[in-house]
């Protein structure tokens, strides 16, 4: 079982190398599926797809878990679910269990600019065919198809209050991830150090001040999305009007 072991020198990730265009060409096409056949996805008919894919990211992440325990990595200060991925893909199990608004209201902008930042680029040390390399990609993606899912074909669109609801949650969380971080000597939300692979954090000042530039994005970037999310609704909805 190499590829659940631990790593070498045949599993070591490189960003844009031909693994990681791979999986970027199936997270477009399987994104470019949902919007297409987003009319089909409609209904019930896809409860069971639903709930299936919730239990396989509940089995991805116990696996996960086991993983860092089985190879002595486990450590308190990084091995939580406490990262915002992680956190969307805790939202995604209670969402596709219970379908649920204000639960996509708190998951959809985290998805949608967190996970898809993480998946263009990855803090990621194993390549394929490893295990983490599976997990950490699934997961990414999931949560992604996940919140298109119930915005193309469930109707679900974020307002300005999902907005609102996000930016309180997550300045909520903040001071506890802050403790926790100095309390298990952790990088949650990497509040104390960027991570060592390259990522658009590079790009937002020295500690502590990207912090306060992640903050400051955080709003723009989510004040856009819903903008266009939101005409994007009305343009759909006259449409509909029209077809009916």
């Not at 020198?9 to 693994?19: D, H, I, L, N, Y």
């Not at 265009?21 to 470019?32: D, G, M, N, R, T």
Request: charged fraction near 15%.
């Amino acid at each position: 079982m190499e590829w659940f072991g631990r790593s070498n020198q045949s599993f070591v990730f490189e960003m844009f190398s031909a693994s990681h265009l791979i999986v970027l060409a199936i997270f477009i096409f399987v994104s470019a599926v949902l919007f297409l056949y987003r009319k089909k996805l409609k209904g019930n008919k896809w409860r069971k797809t639903e709930v299936a894919v919730c239990f396989s990211l509940i089995l991805f992440e116990v696996m996960n878990q086991t993983w860092m325990y089985m190879n002595g990595v486990w450590k308190l200060g990084r091995s939580l679910p406490l990262e915002l991925c992680n956190l969307a893909l805790i939202l995604s199990i209670i969402l596709l269990l219970t379908r649920k608004k204000p639960i996509f209201e708190l998951l959809f902008f985290i998805a949608i600019l967190g996970a898809t930042q993480a998946i263009l680029t990855p803090a990621l040390t194993y390549d394929f065919p490893h295990f983490r390399f599976f997990h950490f990609f699934y997961a990414h993606m999931m949560v992604v198809w996940v919140s298109l899912y119930f915005t193309w074909a469930k109707g679900f669109y974020p307002t300005f209050q999902s907005v609102l609801k996000l930016l309180v949650f997550i300045n909520l969380l903040l001071p506890v991830i802050l403790f926790i971080n100095k309390a298990a000597d952790g990088n949650y939300w990497f509040l104390r150090h960027k991570p060592q692979s390259p990522s658009l954090l590079d790009l937002l000042g020295p500690y502590p001040w990207y912090i306060f530039s992640l903050e400051s994005l955080l709003v723009i970037f989510t004040m856009v999305t819903w903008r266009v999310l939101r005409k994007w609704e009305k343009w759909n909805r006259g449409r509909s009007y029209a077809d009916y």
